[in-house]
T-cell receptor, first 112, second 111 residues
Framework: NAGVTQTPKFQVLKTGQSMTLQCAQD?????MSWYRQDPGMGLRLIHY???????DQGEVPNGYNVSRSTTEDFPLRLLSAAPSQTSVYFC???????????FGQGTRLTVV | GEDVEQSLFLSVREGDSSVINCTYT??????LYWYKQEPGAGLQLLTY?????DMKQDQRLTVLLNKKDKHLSLRIADTQTGDSAIYFC???????????FGAGTRLAVHP
């Protein structure tokens, strides 16, 4: 069982570039989320999904898009990268809203 | 919605007990969680407590919940160097399908 897989692990972008962070889970979980982690600020929720075809905004959604066409995949798109988006991004999945969330290993993104 | 606060840093001597504290605002949080993050890794669930409980013990870990004060604590007995990590308190935001995290407490264990 791979759990939650994120790719890439590291990425450097230039300001204005776009890219997609990939997240896949093989646990048949309905709930998936994207968080960003910044020093002293913990994890902040960007977007989440409660099932295929359903997404919603979290605390800090601006500059990011998501889609959920399958149960397994939940990609995060940066439309036009900005230095303020330099962060570590984590994808998580869970069976429902109150059970254990499983996290990927993270993607460290630097925007220059 | 939920707001979760933690102190940012705790330093303890190996073999002592560690107590990490957390306060939250949403009294409707059904579950409250403690996650652990080791360097360069994602978060892993350490333990959780259901809102109708006051205490939960799991080997070296003891979770205390004071619902009146909206205060949650994690006690680690006989702290070891392998316990050095960042510990996050989290709650489910009432009415929303969101897990809200505190800023994390960095636990440093020294000999």
């Amino acid at each position: 069982n791979a759990g939650v897989t994120q790719t890439p692990k590291f990425q450097v972008l230039k300001t204005g570039q776009s890219m997609t962070l990939q997240c896949a889970q093989d646990m048949n979980h309905e709930y998936m989320s994207w968080y960003r982690q910044d020093p002293g600020m913990g994890l902040r929720l960007i977007h989440y999904s409660v099932g295929a075809g359903i997404t919603d905004q979290g605390e800090v959604p601006n500059g990011y898009n998501v889609s959920r066409s399958t149960t397994e995949d939940f990609p995060l798109r940066l439309l036009s990268a900005a230095p303020s988006q330099t962060s570590v991004y984590f994808c998580a999945s869970s069976r429902d809203r109150v059970t254990e969330a499983f996290f990927g290993q993270g993607t460290r993104l630097t925007v220059v | 919605g939920e707001d979760v606060e933690q102190s940012l840093f705790l330093s303890v001597r190996e073999g002592d007990s560690s107590v990490i504290n957390c306060t939250y605002t949403d009294s409707s949080s059904t579950y409250l969680y403690w996650y652990k993050q080791e360097p360069g890794a994602g978060l892993q669930l350490l333990t959780y407590i259901f809102s109708n409980m006051d205490m939960k013990q799991d080997q070296r870990l003891t979770v205390l919940l004071n619902k009146k004060d909206k205060h949650l604590s994690l006690r680690i007995a006989d702290t070891q160097t392998g316990d050095s990590a960042i510990y996050f308190c989290a709650g489910v935001s009432g009415g929303y399908n969101k897990l809200i995290f505190g800023a994390g407490t960095r636990l440093a264990v020294h000999p």
